[in-house]
């Protein structure tokens, strides 16, 4: 973005500062999002109405929005530098890929919502799924749009469960969580709620579920009841089952083993470069 006038200072009239106030305001605007058609008319009515303090605080208020518009041009654009950094563009299909308008569309959606991925850990798994999904068609990209979205909805800890059963798969809640460093808690607190919450998103979403066997053909086979004594039985019943159950089991689903694959494994870099003012470096190729 191009840089914006400093506002007017200094012990002009009253009305030139307040018209340059105005200028510096429109120009702020127009800055950030192009041409406003009613941008004139919208400062014009509030000089009538904002005194000069108010007026101040506007100009503040422009600055930290543009700057949070800046520091978001510039994540996008390293993140498409080390895109480009690890992708094979002597490759054929992979420059054909790059230039599809299927692939353009994959990155239109992932920086739409850039919002929705501020930590630089999704940021991350972001880069990973557009390189990914620019060098290996393992899966159709209406999946890989699919993977965008669960990165933009899905907290990191999500994403934390989900790196643990990938590596561990079959684990109970109670593993995940113990896993995952946490400490003990109880069962109506607002982290045994949020655990809770946490899996049921997951496993809603098509990522984990419950361990099911298989026959031969991949078929599930229905679980087979157990037999409990009375007593068991009404013991069983004076409580819920735990946020942290260590009985039942969990794994990815395929899907979520995808995911994994496309988002969270590191693709190595094929060109070391500085970014533009030296502040950060890629990591050197492997």
Do not use: C
Request: hydrophobic content about 40%; cysteine-free; glycine content about 8%.
């Amino acid at each position: 973005m191009s840089n914006l006038p400093a506002p007017p200072d200094g012990d002009d009239a009253e009305n030139d500062k307040n018209a340059g106030r105005g200028k510096w305001i429109r120009g702020a605007l127009n800055a950030a999002s192009g041409a406003i058609p009613f941008a004139g008319g919208f400062l014009a009515a509030a000089a009538g109405v904002w005194g000069e303090n108010e007026q101040q605080q506007a100009m503040d208020a422009l600055r930290a929005w543009i700057k949070m518009l800046e520091d978001e041009l510039r994540e996008k654009q390293r993140t498409i530098l080390e895109i480009m950094a690890r992708l094979d563009m002597h490759d054929q299909k992979i420059a054909e890929r790059v230039m599809s308008s299927e692939y353009q569309s994959l990155l239109k959606k992932a920086f739409r919502n850039w919002a929705g991925t501020e930590s630089g850990k999704k940021q991350e798994y972001i880069r990973n799924v557009l390189t990914n999904a620019a060098s290996v068609r393992l899966v159709d990209d209406d999946v890989i749009s699919l993977f965008v979205e669960w990165l933009q909805k899905y907290s990191e800890l999500h994403f934390a469960v989900i790196g643990e059963l990938y590596r561990s798969p079959g684990s109970t809640r109670g593993q995940i969580w113990r896993n995952l460093g946490k400490s003990s808690v109880r069962e109506d607190s607002a982290e045994a709620d949020l655990f809770r919450l946490l899996i049921r998103d997951l496993s809603t979403g098509g990522i984990i579920r419950q361990h099911r066997e298989t026959d031969y053909a991949g078929n599930f086979i229905a679980k087979q009841g157990r037999k409990t004594s009375r007593a068991t039985s009404v013991n069983a019943s004076k409580q819920m089952k735990s946020a942290f159950d260590d009985e039942e089991r969990y794994e990815l689903t395929a899907l979520g083993e995808q995911f994994v694959h496309y988002a969270m494994n590191e693709v190595t870099v094929k060109i070391t470069y500085s970014p533009a003012g030296g502040d950060d470096e890629t990591s050197q190729a492997a």
